[in-house]
């Protein structure tokens, strides 16, 4: 059914209003900036042969990496909520043995070569990322992470880091605790959940990045 853009803009205020949702301005502050972190020393030197956004299988091969499979998906707004397009969203981590694909990782001579260990996803009108990955385990020295880096035409590259909910050493991480804000802080820290109606031990993670400028039109 068309609908003049203002007849749908009532419908919608009058909706979000009569559910005590809508506060005229309220969406203006109503997401918070993620914050910055450092990229840290393990950003892959030479990219894995394949850099697509599914992690646990390299290529056409056969054998899956291990770990704990996780969807890991967001989405990239402004701090309005709009969302932002053509984002290149790029993720490394360990895999399973705590491992980069880095040569200067610990412990490299255990890393599973079937994992990529590095992805990347472009964004679309909706903002939206999606990665199958597996969940991050610890290494010495920080709780298990993420690194994402966010790159957009003109713009410099953006770094920062996302941690499981509930993991003991994220109290004592100095990176995550390098995040001054509170609110902030605990924006970066997400469930890894089962995945619903899933009975393979499948997780589910998600993580909005918000940006502090506005896309363009
Ligand atoms: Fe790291």
């Known amino acids: 059914m068309y609908l003049p853009s203002s007849r749908r803009r009532f419908l919608r205020n009058f909706t979000l209003g009569a559910a005590g949702l809508w506060v005229p301005g309220a969406f203006a502050e109503a997401l918070t900036l993620t914050p910055k972190q ?4 393990f950003y892959p030197i030479n ?17 899956p990496a291990l770990g704990e499979v996780t969807h890991l998906s967001g989405k990239v707004t402004d701090v309005q909520g709009n969302p932002i397009r053509n984002a290149l969203v790029e993720i490394w981590q360990v895999d399973h043995n705590g491992v980069y694909l880095h040569k200067d990782s610990g412990n490299a001579e255990k890393r599973d070569s079937n994992f990529q260990g590095f992805g990347r996803f472009m964004t679309g009108s909706s903002g939206e990322y999606y990665f199958r990955t597996i969940k991050p385990v610890r290494y010495p020295g920080r709780t298990p992470h993420i690194h994402f880096a966010v790159k957009m035409k003109g713009r410099d590259k953006w770094t920062t880091q996302c941690y499981i909910k509930g993991e003991p050493q994220n109290e004592t991480d100095g990176v995550i605790q390098g995040i001054k804000d509170e609110i902030q802080r605990t924006s970066v820290i997400v469930d890894f959940a089962p995945l619903p109606g899933v009975t393979t031990g499948e997780l589910a993670a998600r993580f909005d990045i918000v940006m502090g400028f506005t896309p363009a039109a």
């Open 38 to 41: 450092t990229e840290g020393p």
């Open 47 to 63: 990219l894995p042969l394949d850099t697509d956004n599914d992690l646990i299988r390299l290529n056409d091969s056969l054998t």
